[in-house]
């Protein structure tokens, strides 16, 4: 097969031999693509208060990290979740971006809980997709820069499959609708944590999203700049099951 496939190749015109080593390479690069792919698993928590997907997300990130520190190549994980009215303040956020006093947020219902990952205060609920990447950035070869951007491309790509024009605000980490103008509006807030290279918590895209529970931060830390949903930008109800199956691939595709 071997001698067979050389004389063939001998044979071809150099334009030929061009285009079936290009075919080669994409169908090697192909290959790669599916097999990094399946090694990164998916989990759906469906609804889920927020401290029990902390609990369960942080257990899997030390996980990562420690078989990782031992020389071995850890499992990485895509989770994807709703989460029960709850807001979540970032390392370099500010307590006064929430509008409500301890005892309003205790009549509500509503707990604020202090992360470790990048960024703000935002809300989380029913109707918005959570994705809680725990990859190994180094088995990828991939900055958190650029991991951060991945992140936003796999966005920018699900909404417009739905007709939604979003894109990046300078300074400003997230996807963006109008972004530069006075109508600027965010529909996905991005904060993540690393260690080792090891990502934890990562984006959460308005979907059907109830937003007046935005009313009661300053999202992000922004104060002249709002909020929306890909509900709200549709005017109508979105399949939020086939959202979120179009943002997992999407964002394996760039992975």
Known sequence: M?????????????????????????FACTLSNQRRQVMIKTEEWGLIDYEAALGRQTTLYNEAIATKLAGGRCDETVITCQHNHVYTLGKSGKDSNMLLSTQR?????VQLYHIKRGGDITYHGPGQIVMYPIIDLEQHHIGLKDYVWRLEESVITTAG??????????????????AGRPTARKICAIGVQSSHYVTMHGLALNVNTDLSYFN?????????????????????????????????SNFLALI
């Open 161 to 178: 499959d739905y007709g939604i024009t979003c894109g990046r605000l300078k300074g400003a980490t997230g996807v963006w609708i109008d």
């Open 2 to 26: 071997g001698v067979f496939y050389q004389t063939v190749v001998h044979n071809l015109s150099f334009r030929q031999k061009y285009v079936l080593k290009a075919l080669n390479l994409t």
């Open 105 to 109: 947020l205790a009549s509500l219902g």
């Open 216 to 248: 009661n931060i300053n999202p992000c830390g922004f104060t002249d700049k709002g909020v929306t949903s890909m509900a709200v930008e549709c005017g109508t109800e979105i399949d939020i099951k086939e959202v979120r199956d179009k943002l997992v």
